[in-house]
């Protein structure tokens, strides 16, 4: 090779190194992440969460991340000198970013029926039953009264899955099952007498029920459920350790009352807590 050219060719390479050495380090500078990833550490506890999911994770009207299960995340961080990190996800998502260390767990209202060996469980701490929501001045007191009536729930949700599942047999007896993009909607149709009844999560039903301070409509929750299901804290496969900490502290909030009180805040049920 002439050494002229080897020489520019030397100077090019050199000049490209230098540039992205300075872009990186300004990048840093400006608050990038040229990784696009969530700094961890061993003092910093990240939560995996939906964004859209109340009462247990969402975005409150300030625009900050609030709800049942990021408060008790919050204060487990605070009891063992933890940095607290609510982190959104995309939840078909949720394996791949715990598998990559990106999140410590998933916790949000997760499930774990059907999940049991997928993950590294917390105890269960919430019963999560699936219920019908009604009007209080209606006539209907029972699953039994909602014979030809028609009922809303929301599409992909757990009520969804029971109705067409095994609970199929209370489905049938409905006029018609539709389904809802969103609560909100089953709840203004509940309320205008467009629907009979609304089959969803017991938490999410008080919640609503409890913040729906703009109607004039009464909502009341059926005593009968159509099945239940566990809520607890997925952890990565073979994370004992940090389950075990979390799980430590997590039984002293309960002893000491404090998971009721963060119950209490939100509108949830005494009777849906799971006492370790």
């Given at each position: 090779m002439n050494k002229k050219i080897g020489f520019i060719l030397a100077l090019v390479v050199i000049s490209l190194m230098m540039l992205t050495t300075v872009n990186a380090g300004l990048f840093d500078f400006l608050g990038g992440d040229t990784n696009n990833q969530t700094a961890n550490d061993n003092e910093t506890f990240i939560v995996g969460f939906d964004a859209e999911f109340p009462p247990y994770g969402y975005k409150d009207d300030s625009g900050n991340y609030t709800g049942f299960?990021?408060?008790?995340?919050?204060?487990?961080?605070?009891?063992?000198?933890?940095?607290?990190?609510?982190?959104?996800?995309?939840?078909?998502?949720?394996?791949?970013?715990?598998?990559?260390?990106?999140?410590?767990?998933?916790?949000?209202g997760f499930t774990m029926d059907g999940r049991e060996n997928d993950y590294t469980w917390s105890k269960p701490y919430f019963d999560n039953k699936q219920i019908f929501v009604v009007r209080g001045d209606s006539n209907i007191t029972s699953?039994?009264?909602?014979?030809?009536?028609?009922?809303?729930?929301?599409?992909?949700s757990s009520a969804l899955a029971a109705l067409e599942g095994d609970n199929k047999t209370i489905a049938d007896t409905f006029a018609t099952l539709t389904q809802v993009a969103d609560y909100n909607t089953a709840f203004m149709d509940l309320e205008s007498g467009a629907c009979?009844?609304?089959?969803?999560?017991?938490?999410?039903?008080?919640?609503?029920?409890?913040?729906?301070?703009?109607?004039?409509?009464?909502?009341?929750?059926?005593?009968?459920?159509?099945?239940?299901?566990?809520?607890?804290?997925?952890?990565?496969?073979?994370?004992?350790?940090?389950?075990?900490?979390?799980?430590?502290?997590?039984?002293e909030m309960f002893k000491d009352g404090t998971v009721a009180k963060i119950a209490e805040k939100y509108g949830i049920s005494q009777d849906a807590l799971i006492q370790p």
């Amino acid at each position: 090779m002439n050494k002229k050219i080897g020489f520019i060719l030397a100077l090019v390479v050199i000049s490209l190194m230098m540039l992205t050495t300075v872009n990186a380090g300004l990048f840093d500078f400006l608050g990038g992440d040229t990784n696009n990833q969530t700094a961890n550490d061993n003092e910093t506890f990240i939560v995996g969460f939906d964004a859209e999911f109340p009462p247990y994770g969402y975005k409150d009207d300030s625009g900050n991340y609030t709800g049942f299960d990021l408060d008790l995340a919050k204060e487990v961080c605070e009891r063992n000198n933890w940095t607290f990190k609510a982190q959104p996800i995309d939840w078909d998502a949720k394996d791949a970013e715990l598998d990559s260390g990106s999140i410590d767990c998933i916790w949000n209202g997760f499930t774990m029926d059907g999940r049991e060996n997928d993950y590294t469980w917390s105890k269960p701490y919430f019963d999560n039953k699936q219920i019908f929501v009604v009007r209080g001045d209606s006539n209907i007191t029972s699953i039994a009264d909602l014979a030809n009536k028609t009922v809303e729930t929301q599409k992909d949700s757990s009520a969804l899955a029971a109705l067409e599942g095994d609970n199929k047999t209370i489905a049938d007896t409905f006029a018609t099952l539709t389904q809802v993009a969103d609560y909100n909607t089953a709840f203004m149709d509940l309320e205008s007498g467009a629907c009979d009844a609304v089959a969803m999560d017991i938490g999410v039903a008080e919640y609503d029920i409890k913040n729906k301070n703009d109607s004039s409509v009464e909502f009341v929750i059926l005593n009968e459920s159509i099945t239940t299901e566990k809520y607890g804290i997925g952890f990565k496969q073979g994370n004992d350790d940090l389950k075990d900490q979390v799980q430590a502290t997590l039984d002293e909030m309960f002893k000491d009352g404090t998971v009721a009180k963060i119950a209490e805040k939100y509108g949830i049920s005494q009777d849906a807590l799971i006492q370790p």
